[in-house]
């Protein structure tokens, strides 16, 4: 592996330094750019571009290239990509801290008109380097297999809801309109079952309602499994105390719980909604502010789930309730509820870090007086 490595070294571009190696102690910082079929690495010691190589796609080719390194302080950074924390779970290992980021995050310079893998991650190198770049939260990989179940649940219900829509369009093509969407699928159901369809038609809208009934049934599987994740013991404390919360149920509890992970990540009130992107986008200068829509930044899924939660906060809980009554006839309701959003999600992580002191609490020895 090691001899394969050297050699894509020697054929990449920029490949100087193939045969030097740091003093030990020295801090080096290790840039990788991933892509399916191949991987380009940037090394930086002393404030320079040391060396610049490239290897086949797979963690061990990077397990080879990092060994060259083990006798520094190897800090090591890589843009998240849909390959998920498998190469960062392996660095934790090995006492390495990763520093995974954003791609958004990375700026781009404008009129850019060269772009190569190397250069993307000469560009990470140096800015690591000189400690500009922040990482986002890597969760347990055990954390990171459970927040699935609630992921594939998403993914089922829009297929449920795509196979309804082509339902209707199919219909609509057929000149029968039904009931609109508006008034609910079980209304249109109950108008389709008094529709007279030709055998061609009603085949097709029998394939779908059949697409349909099997994306509702493994959802409901799913929603099961989550509520009973829900009620494991490392989660139900949590959950519970999240519960209490009014327009919060055990089900978004626990989604809550597996997608935001490690809510100590967000040190102040504000920095969970801006994390969801339920913060306005603002360009304000001098005397002159200037708000916008929200940022939208975040995962989308989680965003929606709460302002589902924020329209079931506001029948049960005044105080939310008198907000959004204030503010809707001044802005609307659609924004009244985002603002409701964001107040509950300040709600929930003080509800979240009071049920971690509890533990804390309960969990520290008792202090006993000495004789």
Request: hydrophobic letters at 40%; aromatic letters at 6%; charged letters at 25%.
């Amino acid at each position: 592996m090691r001899a394969k490595v050297q050699a894509e070294a020697s054929k990449s571009q920029g490949g100087s330094g193939v045969g030097r190696r740091p003093p030990a102690g020295t801090e080096v910082a290790l840039a990788i750019d991933l892509s399916r079929t191949k991987l380009a690495y940037c090394v930086r010691w002393g404030g320079m571009e040391q060396r610049r190589l490239s290897t086949p796609a797979g963690l061990p080719h990077v397990q080879a290239v990092v060994e060259d390194y083990r006798h520094c302080r190897l800090q090591v950074v890589y843009e998240a990509c849909g390959f998920g924390y498998e190469l960062a779970w392996w660095l934790q290992g090995q006492g390495i801290t990763p520093t995974v980021i954003a791609p958004s995050r990375m700026e781009r310079t404008p009129g850019l008109s060269v772009k190569t893998d190397g250069l993307d991650a000469s560009k990470m190198a140096r800015k690591l380097e000189e400690g500009h770049l922040e990482g986002i939260y890597i969760p347990p990989r055990e954390l990171h297999e459970r927040r699935q179940l609630g992921r594939t649940y998403t993914q089922c219900v829009k297929e449920r809801k795509r196979a309804q829509i082509r339902v209707r369009s199919l219909l609509q093509e057929q000149g029968r309109l039904g009931p609109p969407p508006s008034a609910g699928w079980k209304a249109y159901e109950r108008w389709l079952a008094t529709q007279d369809l030709s055998a061609s038609v009603a085949q097709c809208v029998e394939s779908l309602l059949r697409l349909r009934t099997l994306a509702q049934e493994e959802a409901q599987r799913l929603h099961r499994d989550l509520l009973a994740l829900g009620r494991q013991p490392e989660y139900v404390a949590l959950t519970s105390a999240l519960c209490a919360e009014p327009g919060i149920g055990a089900f978004s509890a626990i989604r809550l719980v597996l997608e935001l992970g490690d809510m100590d990540r967000f040190p102040t009130a504000g920095s969970l909604p801006r994390y969801l992107g339920l913060t306005p986008s603002e360009y304000s200068s001098g005397e002159m502010v200037r708000r916008g829509h929200i940022l939208k930044c975040g995962p989308g899924s989680l965003r929606a789930l709460l302002v589902q939660c924020s329209w079931a906060a506001i029948r049960g809980n005044p105080e939310l309730r008198n907000r959004f009554d204030r503010l809707a006839p001044r802005i609307g309701r659609k924004r009244a509820i985002i603002a409701v959003a964001r107040r509950l999600a300040i709600a929930i992580r003080r509800r979240w870090l009071a049920a971690l002191r509890d533990d804390a609490a309960a969990a520290a020895p008792p202090v006993t007086d000495m004789p």
